[in-house]
């Protein structure tokens, strides 16, 4: 065998094609695993995502998919986090889904430390290509997919909707997501080259204009956009809640379906609600999510 045979042996089996690792049994019938390889990148990390599992619906339908993105200024952040009041959750928000019915898919993407923008963005696609690709195995249907973000998840999350169609997103549920990366909104400057924005997208917007406009989902909308959900905190400090405005504004220009809830008292994170608040905003997304995939094919 030569050393090229031998190398193309060594390396484990492609995410297409590996064995699913052997789920946890939960509640309701819900089952989990976690960091199941959904892409990979040369000369970089696996990319994980977890699974929540619904148990089998009384129509025998595959279910609906729920694909979440999490926050940290694209530069850190863990897949399995929704955000800081849902922590001590029990359960928690994922398994809270899956008992309603929605498989859940919580990815890795590439942080900009890593990798730049459309990096996150591509994984994204590769993650709904794998739950495209692994779908009949795993008992859901991707053409029912709500993608759901917060913070800079968000902003992914609503570029995923906007710009992708194979399948294209049933709807979005976007968590105080950044919207406009080209255009200064308090604390947001777009000439500064040490910005998380600037990180994300590898230099100041103001020297990439074209990739800022790129990155921005305001400038992504267009005919045929999904329903959105927007929330935003009207007392955000680190994203201004005229992203959500802005985008709102475009969507509803295009024709698209769009609800634009802005919360008094919460910053960025929600914090500043009480717990109950919290609830109320997961269950308002819970039942958008669930009027959006209901009768989609």
Known sequence: MT?????????????????????????????????????????????EL??????????????????????????????????????????GPFERLARVGFAVACVDYRLSGEATFPAPLDDLRTALRWLTLRGEELGIDPGRTVVWGESAGGHLASLLALTHDRPRPAAAVIWYGPADLTAPRP???????????????????????????????????????????????EDDSMVHADHSRELGRALREAGAPVELRLVPHA????????????????????AFATQHVRGCS
Do not use: C, K, N
Request: charged share 20%; glycine share 12%.
């Open 50 to 91: 977890d699974l929540w599992l619904p148990g089998p619906s009384a129509e025998g339908r595959p279910a609906p998919v729920v694909l979440f993105v999490h926050g940290g200024a694209w530069r850190r952040g863990r897949r399995d986090d929704m955000g800081l009041h849902t922590r001590s959750w029990d359960p």
């Open 3 to 47: 050393s090229r045979e031998l190398l193309d042996l060594i390396p484990a089996p492609h995410p297409d094609t590996a064995a699913l690792p052997p789920f946890a049994q939960r509640a309701d019938g819900v089952r989990m695993v976690r960091g199941v390889p959904y892409g990979h990148v040369d000369g970089g990390r696996p990319l």
């Open 267 to 286: 910053d960025h994170g929600w914090y500043g609600l009480t717990e109950m608040a919290v609830e109320d905003l997961f269950r308002q997304s819970l």
């Open 187 to 233: 604390p947001f400057d777009p000439s500064a080259s040490d910005t998380m924005e600037a990180r994300l997208l590898g230099d100041a917007p103001v020297r990439v204009p074209r990739l800022a406009r790129s990155a921005s989902p305001v400038h992504q909308v267009g005919a045929g956009a999904p329903p959105f959900l927007l929330l935003h905190g």
